[in-house]
Each structure stands twice: as structure tokens, then as C-alpha cells.
């Protein structure tokens, strides 16, 4: 399983970005995805994750300006950031807990539940 994230860039102050990550491969079904983000000098720290059944979980400095959503069919998580601030400023990495095909005892069976992370995308916010 692969995750690809996009949609990072430069923004200014108050302004938005959307992103994206697509989990492709030998899925059998998605448990969760989310974003975390790494700032530099800090730790990384969650930012939302969503459940396949549209549970949400987001982080209180985000909450009322982020969003998170998951195309099931797609398997495709989106956060979309409103009101960015300088303090957003991190490499955003895409995280998702997936069951696999496995190729086992002559035939394709769900794995057990992983873990996956994608490669992350800098979001940039200048004042």
C-alpha cells in the first residue's frame, strides 16, 4: 500500500489549502485515515483523523478552521484548512490503518490491520 499526499504549497495568513492522499494497492478495506504534522524543531503531532464510518477526531488548535473527510470508494482522506496561520507552518503527513490482501493458504485473505504513512507535504504560512 502506498499513501500520495498533495496539495501542499505557500499561502498566506487567513488564506486555504486542501489536502489530499490516495492509499492505492491491495486494499481491503480502510479502518482510518488522518494527518498528522511535524513542525521544525518539534514533534510530530496529530492534526484529524476520520474513521471509514465518518468518525472524526480533531486536534483542539484546529478545530473550527480544519476539516477532514474520506472518500471511502476513493480511498482518499482531505483536510481542508481555512484561516491558516504562521503556526501551521509543517510538513503534513498522511497516516491510514488498512486491512490488505493477503495471498495466503492458496487463496487472498484480509491481513491483519497496519499502519501506513505517506511521504508529507510542506504547507507554508506567511504572515
Known amino acids: 500500500v502506498q499513501l500520495q499526499a498533495s496539495g501542499g504549497g505557500l499561502v498566506q495568513a487567513g488564506g486555504s489549502l486542501r489536502l489530499s492522499c490516495a492509499a492505492s494497492?491491495?486494499?481491503?478495506?480502510?479502518?482510518?485515515m488522518g494527518w498528522y504534522r511535524q513542525a521544525p524543531g518539534k514533534e510530530r503531532e496529530l492534526v484529524a483523523t476520520?474513521?471509514?464510518?465518518?468518525?472524526?477526531n480533531l486536534s483542539d488548535s484546529v478545530k473550527g478552521r480544519f476539516t477532514i473527510s474520506l472518500d471511502n470508494a476513493k480511498n482518499t482522506v482531505y483536510l481542508q484548512m481555512h484561516s491558516l496561520k504562521p503556526e501551521d507552518t509543517a510538513v503534513y503527513y498522511c497516516?491510514?490503518?488498512?486491512?490488505?490482501?493477503?495471498?495466503?493458504?492458496?487463496?487472498?485473505?484480509?491481513?491483519?490491520?497496519?499502519?501506513?504513512w505517506g511521504q508529507g507535504t510542506l504547507v507554508t504560512v506567511s504572515s
Open positions: 476520520t474513521s471509514s464510518g465518518g468518525v472524526t
Open positions: 497516516n491510514a490503518h488498512i486491512y490488505t490482501w493477503v495471498d495466503a493458504l492458496g487463496g487472498m485473505h484480509p491481513s491483519a490491520l497496519q499502519e501506513y
Open positions: 494497492g491491495r486494499i481491503f478495506a480502510t479502518n482510518d
